[in-house]
């Protein structure tokens, strides 16, 4: 089994930061590189949708964003830590969602459980 674990969310004024990291441990390849991690969120009423990933395997460390945030938000890994994170800079009420920390490798594919950010004055 493989379990991710998000901290790091919770009540930030607009404008303000957050660093979200999530934690894998379990059964993982040795070489941690191998994996994709990324972050998704959901809000209320809405789809699941990517915010951020970084690609995994030979010559990866790709990184994608959302449109929405990026030049906003920065994500990273740690691999000997087994870590991804989430730096979130002028943060907008509509940033508000429950973030999950995604890991996935061919078809493999394991979800944390999420933590809030909520942004409002």
């Known amino acids: 089994q493989v379990q991710l674990v998000e901290s790091g969310g919770g009540l930030v004024q607009p404008g303000g930061s957050l660093k979200l990291s999530c934690a894998a441990s379990g059964r993982l390849f040795s070489v941690f590189s191998v994996y994709s991690m990324g972050w998704y969120r959901q809000a209320p009423g809405k789809q699941r949708e990517l915010v951020a990933v970084v690609m995994g395997g030979v010559g990866g460390g790709d990184v994608n964003y959302a449109d929405v945030v990026r030049g906003r938000f920065t994500i990273s890994r740690d691999n000997a830590k087994k870590m991804v994170y989430l730096e979130m800079n002028s943060l907008k009420s509509e940033d508000t969602a429950i973030y999950l920390c995604?890991?996935?490798?061919?078809?493999?594919?394991?979800w944390g459980q999420g933590t809030q950010v909520t942004v409002s004055s």
């Open positions: 995604n890991l996935r490798l061919g078809s493999s594919d394991y």
